[in-house]
């Protein structure tokens, strides 16, 4: 048998194809065919005489090129009804994946007094869909973005975001943004903030708060079980899926927690990330790719889904697969395409012009995705004497209420120090349990530390009262 029989029968079995989708497929493979060129017979030759090693290796050509027509055509037709878990990816694409993995250094753990800090740098897309509704499709900017990150062993972390001046593809986009009261310039920035303890846990509290991935397994085999099938327990991870679950989507969920900016890793987080790549369902090679860096890494994806006429057969859109670049020597992460950034949405209000604006009064359907974005080798790892001025200024005072004390009770001792920016937050118990730990997050310096804890030692509701940040 041929081999390029059996790759059209691996193919076959490989995906799910339609019985109606083939005549399409063979359409295109026909129109393939009449367009070769017919084998020149030399002059004198007989016609039944049998072809030389020549021929021989023409005829070869033409029908490779055919059937690798067939498979596009197939893979075209099928590729977005097809199961994530139908798709193959080439065994050279895992082990490479693989490999990097190993070559990951893990990072030493935070000592106390010592914080990471990681700075990013790339560009957004953003699109407002509709203004109530009515269509706003030519409302579309690109912008810079800058994000830092520093995070303590601890369980604190800090944002910083800031956004550029939104430029546009042409004075159409332009006039789309500003007539339903965007602004180019965006307010508010950098927008800061920092999260811990229950907080962070909960994630409730600060618009910058990033992906706690604390709670994800550590077993890439689990791992790519839970992002095929959105149950990683992270809402922002598991709904960023465009109805059924795509191999993009899949891929775009671990790409999203690969970039971050995220809390509660753990020293083998991103060696335990890329061996859940090696094993996703069609993740492919894409060869040595140069990230805006300037340095050139191994790039990995899945295949991009091209829509098709039913009819015709004809491409009528294609949507484009999340990208990452590799370092080649260490595994390091050197860029990311394509991806979504769930922490960008809720800066996206830092846009609208004013309270009047229809964006604001009517609502609005929008969407932010990250065009690319580069690690910058920053610092790395500081002690607290290196932090902005504005993370000096932010506490975390964590109190674990004693067994069986009303709750209200202990919320009435907090209600003091509640305001300036103050605010509080609860764990409640769990089933079977008898004590609650509330967080008091200072974000400014108008309170004294020192005070609320003597406090709430002196109310003798609390079995331990910390200073967490």
């Not at 878990?85 to 490999?99: G, N």
């Not at 294609?318 to 670049?325: C, D, E, H, R």
């Not at 050197?334 to 769930?342: D, G, K, Q, T, V």
Request: charged share 10%; hydrophobic share 40%.
């Amino acid at each position: 048998m041929s081999i390029e029989l059996q790759l059209v029968r691996q193919y076959l079995a490989a995906h799910e194809v339609a019985v109606e989708d083939l005549p399409n497929a063979r359409a295109i493979l026909d129109a393939a065919i009449a367009e070769t060129p017919a084998e020149i017979v030399p002059e004198g030759a007989c016609s039944e005489q049998r072809p030389g090693p020549g021929r021989q290796r023409r005829r070869r050509v033409v029908w490779a090129a055919g059937v690798a027509l067939l498979v596009v055509a197939l893979g075209l037709i099928a590729a977005p009804w097809a199961p994530a878990a139908k798709i193959h990816r080439p065994l050279a694409a895992s082990a490479e994946i693989a490999r990097l993995a190993d070559a990951i250094e893990p990072a030493a753990p935070l000592q106390p007094g010592q914080w990471l800090a990681i700075q990013q740098s790339g560009e957004i897309a953003a699109q407002v869909s509709n203004v109530g509704n009515t269509p706003t499709p030519d409302a579309r900017a690109s912008d810079s973005i800058t994000i830092d990150v520093w995070s303590n062993s601890s369980g604190t972390t800090c944002t910083s975001q800031q956004f550029g001046t939104a430029t546009f593809a042409s004075p159409a986009n332009a006039q789309a943004w500003q007539s339903i009261g965007l602004i180019a310039t965006p307010n508010n920035q950098p927008v800061t903030g920092c999260v811990a303890g229950v907080e962070a846990a909960n994630g409730g509290g600060q618009t910058t708060t990033p992906i706690n991935v604390a709670s994800l397994t550590h077993s890439p085999s689990t791992l790519a079980n839970e992002l095929q099938d959105g149950t990683t327990g992270i809402s922002s991870i598991d709904q960023s899926a465009r109805g059924a679950t795509t191999q993009q989507d899949v891929f775009g969920r671990l790409v999203t927690l690969l970039v971050g900016p995220s809390m509660g890793s753990w020293p083998g987080f991103d060696q335990e990330l890329l061996h859940t790549m090696a094993i996703l369902p069609g993740v492919i090679s894409l060869g040595k790719m140069t990230a805006h860096s300037g340095l050139v890494g191994l790039s990995f994806s899945t295949p991009d889904v091209a829509e098709l006429n039913p009819r015709t057969g004809a491409v009528t859109s294609t949507t484009t697969s999340p990208v990452v670049i590799l370092n080649p020597a260490t595994g390091a992460l050197l860029e990311a395409r394509n991806f979504s950034i769930p922490v960008l949405q809720n800066a996206a209000q830092d846009f609208v012009g004013s309270p009047n604006a229809p964006v604001y009064t009517e609502g609005v359907g929008y969407g932010i995705s990250t065009t690319w974005i580069d690690p910058v080798q920053g610092p790395g790892v500081i002690a607290e004497g290196g932090l902005p001025t504005w993370i000096t200024g932010f506490h975390v005072i964590e109190a674990v209420g004693n067994p069986n004390v009303n709750l209200q009770t202990m919320a009435d001792v907090f209600n003091e120090f509640v305001g300036t920016g103050n605010s509080l937050f609860d764990d409640p118990q769990v089933p079977g349990s008898s004590q609650t730990t509330f967080d008091l997050t200072i974000p400014d310096t108008g309170t004294d530390v020192n005070t609320v804890v003597a406090a709430l030692n002196a109310s003798g509701l609390f079995q331990s009262v910390t200073v967490k940040a």
